[in-house]
């Protein structure tokens, strides 16, 4: 099993910033790739970011694209989301997850943590 937090969230006026954290426990060798997803109150959940542990493979949604930046380190075992240029639109829950290498899809999904921007 892999064991994710998140930390970061919180409320910040429009065009403000923020950086999220995801710790990562357990059994993370077993992991490759880490994202990013967020859901927006009566949306579905939306991929954010991804990155790799060894760093490459670093892709965005269009909806976030050169206003944030996934990050890691792989000896911490922690994945950083620097958020800037904050909209309104991108309030919602932010949920970091870990992806099996024998995996399709995300297996491992922390709780979450509210990312509120204010008009």
């Known amino acids: 099993q892999v064991q994710l937090v998140e930390s970061g969230g919180g409320l910040v006026q429009a065009g403000g910033s923020l950086r999220l954290s995801c710790v990562a426990s357990?059994?993370?060798?077993?992991?490759?790739?880490m994202g990013w997803f967020r859901q927006a109150p009566g949306k579905e959940r939306a991929f954010v970011a991804h990155?790799?542990?060894?760093?490459?493979?670093?892709y965005y949604s269009d909806s976030v694209k050169g206003r944030f930046t996934i990050s890691g380190d792989n000896a911490k075992k922690t994945v950083y989301l620097q958020m800037n240029s904050l909209k309104p639109e991108d309030t919602a829950v932010y949920y970091c997850?870990?992806?099996?290498?024998?995996?399709?899809?995300?297996?491992?999904w922390g709780q979450g943590t509210q990312v509120t921007v204010s008009p």
């Open positions: 997850a870990a992806k099996r290498i024998t995996a399709i899809k995300y297996d491992y």
């Open positions: 357990g059994r993370t060798l077993s992991t490759d790739l």
């Open positions: 990155i790799r542990w060894s760093g490459d493979s670093i």
